[in-house]
């Protein structure tokens, strides 16, 4: 098997554990409990679970950029997001809509630019999902911010 195949595999693994996976202690915990500040990901609405893994996602391009190694859309597949249903139903504005394309395209840009590009290509994506979170849900703003390559 080669490598492409490997991180396809894998990326596909982190997904559909990221929106279908609970642990037993995640189970037994009620929702919104207080000892995680989060509820649960079985008690998350599509998008939320979506945005977690589009979360995994951005932490696995940021280890491949670090280490130099080459990624495409194949490898790293624009997830879509702004047509799932989301924890509160008001952000679905045009201007969400908005900010939904100006992170795909920056998506892409991403996806196109060669090794010399990737690092300020991937800083411009991060800054997006930042500028949305800004305004809808600011929670993972900080763990965003983890991800900004230097």
């Given at each position: 098997?080669?490598?492409?195949?490997?991180?396809?595999?894998?990326?596909?693994?982190?997904?559909?554990?990221?929106?279908?996976?609970?642990?037993?202690?995640?189970?037994?915990?009620?929702?919104?409990?207080?000892?995680?500040?989060?509820?649960?990901?079985?008690?998350a609405?599509?998008?939320?679970?979506?945005?977690?893994?589009?979360?995994?996602?951005?932490?696995?391009?940021?280890?491949s950029?670090?280490?130099?190694?080459?990624?495409?859309?194949?490898?790293?597949?624009?997830?879509?997001?702004?047509?799932?249903?989301?924890?509160?139903?008001?952000?679905?504005?045009?201007?969400?809509?908005?900010?939904?394309?100006?992170?795909?395209?920056?998506?892409?840009?991403?996806?196109?630019?060669?090794?010399?590009?990737?690092?300020?290509?991937?800083?411009?994506?991060?800054?997006?999902?930042?500028?949305?979170?800004?305004?809808?849900?600011?929670?993972?703003?900080?763990?965003?911010?983890r991800?900004?390559?230097?």
């Open positions: 098997m080669n490598r492409k195949h490997l991180y396809i595999g894998f990326l596909l693994a982190l997904v559909v554990w990221a929106c279908e996976s609970t642990t037993n202690a995640d189970q037994q915990k009620a929702p919104g409990d207080p000892s995680t500040g989060k509820p649960g990901i079985e008690d609405k599509p998008m939320a679970k979506v945005m977690r893994a589009m979360y995994v996602q951005a932490a696995a391009m940021h280890d950029i670090k280490a130099g190694k080459t990624f495409n859309a194949t490898i790293f597949p624009v997830i879509r997001f702004h047509d799932q249903e989301p924890t509160d139903s008001t952000v679905l504005t045009p201007e969400f809509q908005k900010k939904a394309d100006t992170y795909y395209a920056a998506m892409q840009e991403l996806q196109a630019q060669g090794p010399d590009g990737r690092k300020a290509a991937f800083n411009h994506l991060l800054q997006t999902c930042i500028t949305c979170h800004q305004e809808n849900c600011p929670g993972p703003i900080s763990k965003i911010k991800l900004i390559l230097p």
